[in-house]
């Protein structure tokens, strides 16, 4: 029964904490206060120390439901990012749900090679992000580059429509075309200045050996590359010889443990100017290369 009378009080943020803290604790999580803190913080574009700094304030009834309901999806498992429903990337903030794959840091990189190249060159005209998922490597080169058009494809017609809201969302200025199909197929014949892409690289037998969260919860045809994690790789090899204008950049995000195969297969296929650049930590990441004629 709600109390009533003189007594009673709006719950501040510290009940809200108190409250989740026990609910991520009874789901098992090791470090409950943390976890709530963290996903205050996210769920209102604060930090943690400022999430506890202003414990005592009233959240408004939206807020606490919101947080309520986050903190019960993080309670199953679910990863943070889909509990809160943004996920970070460069200077964007995307909305992600179990339709798209959570943005990593390392693909923030892949997005820095591309800039980095068209501002040395002084090269734009349009870019192509293949398998776009929640549009986060489409919107940072829109937002940041300076090109004619970005065109962002998928075959999940459900990542598409997480991807059309964050453009409306976070960019909604920016040349983004949104198309449905696999590969480069939704491209047709129109030839681009720039193509990347973070395909699905893993194994099938390293995705059941995934961590839970990421197993159970992020769409698995944005992980699995087939048998030998490079299927999408050789498709995008392949196809891109004719949609990638003379002197254009290919570039993927790639798994570290294959990257000298992925190399071997790329010249294979006529790409004798790739080459493998290292993340932010070191690992061999991208593949970049250049159509020569």
């Given at each position: 029964m709600t109390p009533s009378g003189p007594a009673s009080r709006a719950p501040t943020v510290g009940d809200l904490l108190r409250a989740a803290e026990a609910r991520l604790g009874a789901a098992g999580m090791p470090e409950p206060r943390r976890e709530a803190l963290t996903l205050w913080a996210a769920l209102t574009r604060t930090s943690a120390g400022a999430a506890w700094a202003g414990r005592a304030a009233a959240p408004t009834p939206e807020m606490a439901r919101s947080f309520a309901d986050a903190a019960a999806t993080r309670g199953t498992g679910a990863p943070l990012a889909?509990?809160?429903?943004?996920?970070a990337f460069r200077s964007l903030e995307v909305a992600v749900d179990?339709?798209?794959?959570?943005p990593r840091p390392e693909t923030e990189g892949l997005v820095e090679h591309v800039?980095?190249?068209?501002?040395?060159?002084?090269?734009?005209?349009v870019a192509a992000d293949i398998g776009t998922g929640s549009g986060c490597i489409a919107?940072?080169?829109?937002?940041?580059?300076?090109?004619?058009?970005v065109i962002a494809t998928d075959v999940s017609e459900a990542a598409l429509a997480v991807a059309a809201r964050n453009a409306a969302a976070v960019a909604p200025h920016t040349p983004v075309e949104f198309r449905a199909g696999d590969l480069l197929w939704p491209i047709g014949p129109?030839?681009?200045?720039?193509l990347v892409s973070n395909p699905p690289y893993v194994t099938a037998d390293e995705w059941t050996a995934l961590e839970a969260g990421v197993r159970e919860h992020e769409p698995r045809m944005a992980l699995v590359g087939g048998e030998d994690g490079l299927a999408h790789v050789r498709g995008l090899l392949r196809q891109a010889v004719s949609r990638l204008r003379e002197g254009g950049l290919l570039a993927l995000e790639v798994d570290c443990r294959r990257?000298?195969?992925?190399?071997?297969?790329?010249?294979?296929y006529?790409?004798?100017t790739a080459r493998i650049a290292p993340d932010l930590f070191g690992r061999e990441r991208y593949l970049l290369a250049t159509r020569e004629t």
């Open positions: 889909y509990a809160a429903g943004t996920a179990p339709r798209v794959l959570i800039l980095s190249w068209c501002r040395a060159r002084g090269r734009w005209g919107l940072s080169l829109a937002s940041e580059g300076a090109f004619d058009r129109e030839q681009v200045d720039v990257a000298g195969r992925t190399l071997a297969c790329a010249r294979a006529g790409w004798m």
